[in-house]
């Protein structure tokens, strides 16, 4: 076998020895390629979330407010008009008072209205009146509740026997002085009130 031929075959059996190396050699280099490369997509993946997470909590939400932490407080609603309050009910100490009247039996208009005898009125300033009638006086089935008064200036305006005597509301003049308590008819179509009330003066009672 000649010497040339001899070399070649001996470079042959190198590059067979050699070949497999290689081929292992390259495939490690590629895994390592494919390893870094998935690292580096992750990385990215990763960076990306970030920064759309730090721009959503930069921009202000206008439902939310300025962001994390605000204390800016909330735009004021514009109000409507206030309204007025509501006034104090009106009260009458001017008149308030307990009154006793005693009415005889012998007068015409006492004896047919069946009212003789002692009564005795109270008047609170808040506008009621509670009234306590001899005991052969026999109410109405009405009783006597639900009784209420009002003043203006000098005038005593009231419902007493409604319901049960009368329809209408009287309307008095009223003044005291002294003890005594006077009731003027200026206008009442109920003649058991007018009877009641302006007979006689009230005096005070205790």
């Excluded at 994390?68 to 008149?95: D, F, K, L, N, Q």
């Excluded at 005693?102 to 069946?114: C, E, F, I, M």
């Excluded at 000098?154 to 007493?160: E, G, I, S, V």
């Excluded at 002294?178 to 006689?200: E, K, P, Y």
Aim: net charge neutral; charged share 20%.
């Amino acid at each position: 076998m000649s010497l040339d031929r001899r070399l070649r075959d001996e470079l042959r059996r190198e590059a067979a020895a050699i070949e497999p190396d290689v081929e292992r050699h390259l495939g490690a280099v590629e895994a390592r390629a494919r390893r870094r490369g998935g690292i580096g997509a992750s990385t990215l993946l990763l960076a990306a979330a970030i920064v759309v997470a730090a721009i959503i909590l930069r921009v202000p939400d206008p439902r939310l407010g300025d962001g994390p932490g605000s204390s800016r407080s909330p735009s004021p609603v514009a109000s409507s008009s206030p309204s007025p309050a509501p006034s104090a009910p009106a009260t009458y100490p001017e008149i308030a008072g307990t009154y006793v009247a005693t009415l005889d039996s012998a007068d015409t208009a006492v004896k047919r209205d069946a009212l003789g005898g002692e009564w005795t009125m109270r008047l609170e300033a808040t506008g009621v009146v509670f009234l306590s009638p001899p005991a052969s006086f026999v109410p109405g089935a009405s009783g006597l509740s639900g009784i209420a008064f009002s003043l203006g200036g000098d005038r005593f305006r009231t419902n007493l026997f409604y319901n049960d005597y009368c329809n209408s509301i009287g309307t008095y003049a009223w003044s005291r002085a002294g003890n005594s308590l006077t009731f003027t008819q200026v206008d009442d179509t109920c003649s058991i009130r007018r009877t009641l009330l302006a007979t006689t003066p009230w005096v005070i009672g205790p």
